[in-house]
């Protein structure tokens, strides 16, 4: 009784995934859009300075003098090196060769943070398969 049971299940999800297949819409698992996606705050819960948890207004905590980070504001960049030699265990002959201005690293790409936008190569990262894959999600 439960290999049929089993039997007659496994054929029902077949045929509902021929029957959304039919559709043409593309569908993604909850569990995939929860894994993957970048989780994006409501507005109504997001941080208002000087008020409480229930709307009351609030003394600031900030001192008086301090700046605050004004680390979303400001670029920073990482070049990417590599060491081929070395990291393939190569032992360059070091004796009576001159080897002054030969670089041990070469660069093969630069990281970028600019403004909470990470760039590799001047290209961002992310692009247009998450906002693809935040769309399907948001279809949902």
């Known amino acids: ?44 819960v997001a941080y208002k300075p000087g008020v409480d948890v229930k709307g009351r207004a609030v003394a600031p905590a900030d001192l008086p003098g301090s700046a605050g980070s004004s680390l979303s504001t400001e670029r ?5 090196t590599l060491d081929l030699a070395r990291r393939l265990g ?26 909470g936008r990470l760039l590799l190569n001047g ?6 398969s998450e906002a693809e894959l935040v769309a399907l999600c948001r279809g949902r």
């Open 1 to 44: 009784m439960t290999r049929v049971g089993l039997m007659v299940g496994a054929g029902l999800l077949v045929l509902c995934g021929a029957a959304q297949a039919q559709q043409g819409r593309a569908t993604v698992d909850p569990a995939l859009c929860r894994a993957l996606t970048r989780h994006q705050p409501a507005p109504d």
């Open 76 to 80: 920073f960049e990482i070049p990417l």
């Open 90 to 115: 190569v032992k360059l002959p070091t004796a009576g060769l001159p080897t002054a201005g030969l670089p041990g690293a070469m660069e093969i790409g630069r990281m970028t943070l600019d403004g």
């Open 123 to 128: 290209q961002p990262l992310g692009g247009a």
